[in-house]
């Protein structure tokens, strides 16, 4: 054994990860570390040095890296380009439509590409050899063949043609400039070609693309084919894998190697924010100067009257309270096409909270009729018990009590599981990423004792098999008249909380409590805070379970329903506004 030969083999054991190894009297590598033994070989030059051998086979040597452990070249436009495929197909088999990918994601995608000059101008910021394979390019003679067709070439509707360049520029694209940092810097620092120059590039006036903005990118294209999935659905599907983000890299092609900084543009471990992902669709619609978005109209999915009622039946709610929304959606002016639809070149951009609008509708319901004041609604609760122990053949009044009971006990056991799926989560992808090649076997082992310790872990925890993916839904509680186990409200009435007045229908409780007294002035950042403890528990319970439904902060909604009572109480916030004008005149 010669130790000295040995210095010239500079890999890592795959056992140990240790770099020091001897050689055999066979000549063949081993590890001191370890004493395990390789199946390279040092290259028998004299036959005298290794006595008592016949020669009965060549030895070819340590072998070089081939091209299929390097991989091809590849930029990090084509890595989210990937991404963006994945995404869509998840989306068709959904149930979306395939011109939702075919027509309105692959025009934003191409947009954004010649507003980011990426490609489809003259001067693209690439700075290495190759072209980057983008929508146009020709795949049937391209390396990624066998990738979906995100990349079919469709032709573009003319607000996408307009803008950064005309298409003559396209077809005269100058060849890349060459790149600060050296092909050989970028290979051993990622795996993509421009990795580490696009880790570090800033530049103003440029939405840089990262995992989020993918979820704003299918968001902006359901809301453009005003399809039947919010943007808390959307999350939703991310949270139960049914749409690729949390590790969507691992289903790259075998040639996209990738490592080093390609995690940190790639590999993300937190879930999406609703309030980030709808500032990033505003920030994206913004930045490809997209025009006004179809209308969103009475019969469309996104107006408020049908939210209402989807979230109605979730909830388990009398279907007569969807009149009163429908007529506090009116009174506010919600159900304007100009206040719903989405125009990204208005002079304040903004599109609105769909889903978290419809539910704030609802709790400023049910506080026009029990007031949620921890006392109002107990006593109403009392007269429907009495009403329908009396009158068991007729129609029951819906019972606040019996609902508030039945709905937290459902509410407490999906949280809970919910809690458990979050927790049991696996994090790590499949396939496990590295910085560089030389920790690849490092990277492979460790992975490898994951997955071993978690399958001990989970075979002495709980011998039951872990259940599979549950299949897509829009709703998550289910309510009919047959289950006998949990009452289903629908049907009950609200005759308890309303009494006639001619022709009209008036709430039997004449008080109300604002939410936010006082609104912060226009340049704040927030509108109002909210603090649990300065309100009733009815309207907590209220707030959680639906902050739950659509995995959003419970502030975020209270503010919502905020607004919402600012425009049907506006004359009640002008004179709280005159009376404050008046006292500061005095003081002067």
């Known amino acids: 054994m010669d130790l000295e030969e040995a210095e010239e083999f500079k890999e890592r054991c795959s056992q140990c990860a240790a770099v020091s190894w001897g050689l055999t009297d066979e000549g063949k590598y081993y590890c001191t570390s370890c004493h395990s033994v390789t199946e390279r070989s040092q290259e028998v030059i004299n036959t005298d040095l290794i006595p008592n051998t016949q020669i009965k086979a060549l030895n070819r040597g340590l072998k070089k890296k081939n091209n299929s452990e390097k991989g091809q070249d590849w930029y990090v436009c084509e890595g989210f380009q990937n991404i963006l495929c994945q995404q869509a197909e998840a989306l068709k088999n959904l149930g979306i439509g395939p011109e939702l990918k075919n027509d309105v994601l692959h025009n934003f995608w191409k947009r954004y590409l010649q507003k980011s000059k990426q490609a489809y101008c003259k001067n693209p910021v690439y700075t290495t050899g190759r072209k980057p394979t983008v929508l146009e390019d020709n795949l049937s003679h391209s390396d990624w063949a066998s990738e979906p067709e995100l990349l079919s070439d469709v032709s573009c509707p003319p607000f996408l043609e307009s803008g ?262 696996l994090w790590k992808s499949e396939k496990p990423l590295y910085y560089s090649f030389v920790d690849k076997p490092v990277a492979y082992k460790k992975r490898e004792m994951v997955v071993n310790l978690q399958k001990q872990f989970s075979t002495l925890v709980d011998s039951t098999a872990t259940a599979g993916k549950k299949s897509p839904s829009s709703f998550q509680f289910n309510w009919t008249e047959e289950d006998t186990d949990r009452t289903c409200f629908h049907g009950h009435s609200l005759q308890g909380v309303l009494k006639e007045k001619g022709q009209s229908l008036l709430t039997k409780n004449s008080l109300y409590w604002l939410s936010t007294q006082k609104f912060c002035r226009c340049y704040c950042t927030h509108v109002t805070t909210y603090e649990e403890s300065n309100y009733s528990l009815s309207y907590q319970f209220i707030l959680n379970l639906f902050s739950f439904l659509l995995r959003i902060k419970t502030s975020l909604l209270h503010e919502e329903v905020s607004l919402v009572e600012k425009k049907l109480f506006e004359k009640k916030y002008s004179i709280t506004k005159k009376k404050s004008r008046s006292k500061k005149a005095r003081r002067h």
């Open 164 to 425: 950064a360049e005309s298409q003559s520029d396209i077809h005269t694209r100058k060849p890349f400039p060459i790149s600060k940092a050296s092909q050989s810097e970028t290979s051993v620092c990622s795996g993509s070609l421009d990795g580490v120059e696009y880790s570090k590039r800033k530049e103003k006036g440029i939405v840089k693309m990262t995992m989020p903005q993918t979820l704003a990118f299918c968001y902006l294209s359901l809301l453009w084919q005003r399809e039947a999935i919010t943007l808390s659905d959307l999350l939703r599907f991310v949270e139960e894998d049914h749409i690729p983000y949390i590790n969507a890299f691992q289903h790259f092609p075998e040639q996209m190697k990738l490592y080093g900084r390609d995690r940190g543009i790639f590999g993300i471990e937190s879930w999406p924010d609703y309030e980030d992902i709808y500032k990033k669709t505003i920030e994206v619609g913004t930045f490809l100067d997209l025009p006004r978005f179809p209308d969103i109209t009475e019969d469309c999915y996104l107006h408020p009257n049908i939210l209402c009622m989807k979230y109605l039946m979730e909830v388990n709610l009398p279907d007569e309270m969807h009149n009163l929304t429908c007529h506090v959606v009116k009174m506010t002016g919600m159900g304007e096409v100009d206040f719903l639809t989405f125009d990204p070149i208005a002079k304040m951009a903004k599109t609105v909270k769909y889903d978290v609008q419809a539910v704030a509708i609802i709790v400023v319901v049910l506080k026009l009729l029990f007031l949620l004041d921890d006392n109002l609604e107990w006593s109403l609760s009392n007269l429907a018990e009495k009403h329908n122990e009396k009158n068991k053949k007729d129609k029951p009044w819906f019972d606040f009590r019996k609902w508030y009971q039945i709905m937290k006990k459902a509410f407490d056991e999906k949280k809970q599981k919910w809690e458990e799926a979050r927790a049991k989560y």
